[in-house]
């Protein structure tokens, strides 16, 4: 079974498009904020596989605190360099990544926590700042899909749920205006559509580490602690 | 004006005016109408206008401020704009309904990121200005469906049609007639010059 628009990212304003001429208010610019708004919520409630990413980036560091990127939801590792371009204090450790920078000897000399940081407030601050000899840091985070702005990027696939979701939540917002079968109707959409691409995205990220999966399952079996 | 009994003199209030006034606030009693009825607008109401840019009509470095006519408000969404925005006519800016609503979108991310991404606008009908908050607009473009239709700037009655279809205008003529003539034919003549609605007091009178 062939997916469609998994990485065709569309804007969220498109899915604003389609809602408004469902709802016959294209004639009217008022409640294009409103539905933006709803479209971004949508696409955070939806939150199938597609919806997060593993990122990297180089924030910079002033007075103490870096502040995290759009749509930082977990750390995976820190790297900092000083002027000469030599690696120190790595606290935080995911072997992959603190050695792409080709410091071989990172992970295992200079991962003391004796300049360790948290995240705070959308922000990463270090306990002790006089110490640190560099104004810039390379992160590698698990991130939501989301833009330069943090607007989620939705892909063709999220359009019609997405819209539906408008389509609900504006006749919820002006219900004098329709009636409930209506409301029900664009609800039930948008519930179907959800579980869809939910299920839609498991079933990729199970396709996708199907091989790892079963290259490990492999070696399990044919090892030779199962013939003890 | 409705105690003529159905003559109409020169003091009669029926002067052009008057009329134009009747008229055109039952062209916009039937364009509601027929938005209810159809949820559209007939292309033959709406009105261009590229409001002028005055110097001295600016009070802040946020916003432009442009002189609009009035505009007929549809229903609870629609308040008769049907388009602002650049002069090509290719992007339409955000409308924001009241001042305490732009205040209040101050306070959502998303709002402000709009409202940085996107020219938004503000008709203050108060005043009668159109706010666009970006100093940078100067030449705008409206379409809308004005009130007084022969108010709007660029109007002249030697070369434009009163902006109205067919249908409407057979619906006008009804409501105008039952509204206004025959309400003013109803009523007795008023043969006394004494300030007084006793019209009725008069035909009481006489009967007995």
Same mark, same amino acid.
């Given at each position: 079974?062939?997916?469609?628009?998994?990485? *065709?990212?569309?804007?969220?304003?498109?899915?604003?498009? *389609?809602?408004?001429?469902?709802?016959?208010?294209?004639?009217?610019?008022?409640?294009?904020?409103?539905?933006?708004?709803?479209?971004?919520?949508?696409?955070?409630?939806?939150?199938?596989?597609?919806?997060?990413?593993?990122?990297?980036?180089?924030?910079?560091?002033?007075?103490?605190?870096?502040?995290?990127?759009?749509?930082?939801?977990?750390?995976?590792? %820190?790297?900092?360099?000083?002027?000469?371009?030599?690696?120190?204090?790595?606290?935080?450790?995911?072997? %992959?990544?603190?050695?792409?920078?080709?410091?071989?000897?990172?992970?295992?000399?200079?991962?003391?926590?004796?300049?360790?940081?948290? +995240?705070?407030?959308?922000?990463?601050?270090?306990?002790?700042?006089?110490?640190?000899?560099?104004?810039?840091?390379?992160?590698?985070? +698990? *991130?939501?899909?989301?833009?330069?702005?943090?607007?989620?990027?939705?892909?063709?696939?999220?359009?019609?749920?997405?819209?539906?979701?408008?389509?609900?939540?504006?006749?919820?917002?002006?219900?004098?205006?329709?009636?409930?079968?209506?409301?029900?109707?664009?609800?039930?959409?948008?519930?179907?559509?959800?579980?869809?691409?939910?299920?839609?995205?498991?079933?990729?990220?199970?396709?996708?580490?199907?091989?790892?999966?079963?290259?490990?399952?492999?070696?399990? +079996?044919?090892?030779?602690?199962?013939?003890? | 004006?409705?105690?003529?009994?159905?003559?109409?003199?020169? $003091?009669?209030?029926?002067?052009?005016?008057?009329?134009?006034?009747?008229?055109?606030?039952?062209?916009?009693?039937?364009?509601?109408?027929?938005?209810?009825?159809?949820?559209?607008?007939?292309?033959?109401?709406?009105?261009?206008?590229?409001? $002028?840019?005055?110097?001295?009509?600016?009070?802040?470095?946020?916003?432009?401020?442009?002189?609009?006519?009035?505009?007929?408000?549809?229903?609870?969404?629609?308040?008769?704009?049907?388009?602002?925005?650049?002069?090509?006519?290719?992007?339409?800016?955000?409308?924001?309904?009241? =001042?305490?609503?732009?205040?209040?979108?101050?306070?959502?991310?998303? &709002?402000?990121?709009?409202?940085?991404? &996107?020219?938004?606008?503000?008709?203050?009908?108060?005043?009668?200005?159109?706010?666009?908050?970006?100093?940078?607009?100067?030449?705008?473009?409206?379409?809308?469906?004005?009130?007084?239709?022969? !108010?709007?700037?660029?109007?002249?009655?030697?070369?434009?049609?009163?902006?109205?279809?067919?249908?409407?205008?057979?619906?006008?003529?009804?409501?105008?007639?039952?509204?206004?003539?025959?309400? !003013?034919?109803?009523?007795?003549?008023?043969?006394?010059?004494? !300030?007084?609605?006793?019209?009725?007091?008069? =035909?009481?009178?006489?009967?007995?």
């Amino acid at each position: 079974m062939i997916e469609v628009g998994k990485y *065709s990212i569309v804007s969220l304003q498109e899915a604003v498009e *389609s809602a408004k001429e469902m709802l016959r208010i294209q004639d009217t610019t008022e409640f294009d904020g409103f539905l933006l708004r709803k479209a971004d919520e949508a696409m955070r409630h939806i939150g199938d596989a597609t919806t997060y990413a593993k990122r990297a980036c180089t924030v910079d560091i002033v007075d103490g605190r870096a502040r995290l990127p759009m749509g930082f939801i977990r750390l995976l590792g %820190a790297r900092m360099s000083d002027s000469n371009g030599n690696c120190f204090d790595q606290p935080y450790l995911d072997l %992959a990544f603190l050695t792409d920078c080709g410091c071989e000897n990172v992970a295992s000399t200079n991962n003391g926590f004796n300049n360790s940081f948290e +995240i705070q407030e959308g922000y990463i601050v270090f306990h002790v700042p006089s110490d640190l000899e560099t104004d810039k840091m390379r992160i590698a985070y +698990i *991130s939501r899909t989301v833009d330069e702005d943090g607007l989620m990027l939705m892909s063709e696939r999220h359009e019609r749920g997405i819209e539906a979701y408008l389509c609900y939540q504006f006749t919820v917002s002006f219900f004098e205006n329709y009636p409930v079968n209506i409301r029900q109707e664009y609800q039930r959409t948008w519930k179907n559509q959800k579980q869809h691409l939910k299920g839609m995205s498991q079933r990729e990220r199970f396709e996708e580490n199907k091989r790892q999966i079963g290259a490990l399952l492999n070696a399990w +079996i044919t090892s030779d602690r199962n013939d003890r | 004006m409705a105690d003529e009994g159905g003559i109409f003199t020169d $003091e009669s209030r029926y002067d052009v005016g008057t009329m134009l006034t009747v008229l055109n606030a039952a062209r916009a009693f039937a364009i509601t109408e027929m938005y209810r009825k159809n949820t559209r607008v007939h292309p033959n109401f709406i009105q261009r206008v590229y409001p $002028e840019y005055k110097k001295n009509l600016q009070q802040d470095d946020c916003y432009t401020l442009f002189e609009i006519p009035r505009t007929v408000e549809i229903n609870d969404k629609m308040d008769g704009l049907m388009y602002v925005g650049s002069i090509k006519g290719d992007e339409a800016f955000w409308k924001v309904r009241t =001042r305490m609503q732009l205040s209040s979108r101050r306070n959502h991310r998303i &709002h402000k990121l709009a409202q940085k991404k &996107h020219i938004h606008f503000l008709y203050d009908t108060t005043r009668g200005y159109l706010e666009i908050y970006d100093p940078k607009v100067k030449y705008p473009l409206v379409e809308g469906i004005f009130e007084d239709p022969t !108010s709007v700037p660029q109007f002249s009655f030697d070369h434009d049609e009163y902006p109205i279809t067919n249908d409407a205008m057979k619906r006008i003529e009804d409501l105008v007639r039952r509204g206004t003539i025959v309400d !003013s034919m109803r009523m007795p003549i008023n043969k006394i010059s004494n !300030s007084q609605e006793d019209s009725n007091i008069q =035909r009481d009178v006489q009967t007995k």
